[in-house]
């Protein structure tokens, strides 16, 4: 009889702690982002070219665009702006851009809402060689 209720009392409180265990495996857990996120592109420039770098932005915030470093020569200016990727994929239509040459700070300040982006670098008609460049693109 004593072994009996050793028993019972034994399955009693495997099952409490298998309901308490199954209680916690029911809580999902969201993967945790860190943000900001950085990305850093580099990428080369042909004369009368450009290149265009596509990103995503999980939620609203804002996003930095630098120009890290350009040439040689170390003084090239060139275009940078930030838009919005066509459908295809194919271009990139800015709704913001400047021209300007390496920076340590960032020169495209904006606002995004969660979703698709885009970066393009491109000659303002001064290259007279492809130049190499580096992007830093901060975002949320």
């Given at each position: ?34 943000s900001p ?96 460049f580096g ?6």
């Amino acid at each position: 009889m004593m072994i009996r209720t050793t028993f019972v009392w034994l399955c009693l409180s495997i099952a409490t702690v298998a309901i308490a265990g199954c209680d916690d495996a029911a809580t999902a857990t969201s993967p945790t982002t860190t943000s900001p996120v950085t990305d850093t592109w580099p990428g080369q420039i042909p004369v009368g070219g450009s290149a265009t770098r596509s990103f995503s932005s999980a939620s609203s915030g804002t996003a930095t665009i630098t120009l890290t470093q350009v040439g040689p020569p170390a003084d090239v200016v060139v275009g940078l702006g930030v838009g919005i990727p066509h459908a295809d994929g194919t271009a990139c239509y800015l709704t913001q851009s400047m021209e300007t040459g390496a920076s340590s700070a960032p020169q495209i300040t904006v606002s995004v809402e969660a979703g698709a982006y885009c970066v393009r670098v491109y000659d303002i008609g001064r290259l007279t060689s492809q130049v190499a460049f580096g992007v830093t693109i901060v975002r949320p």
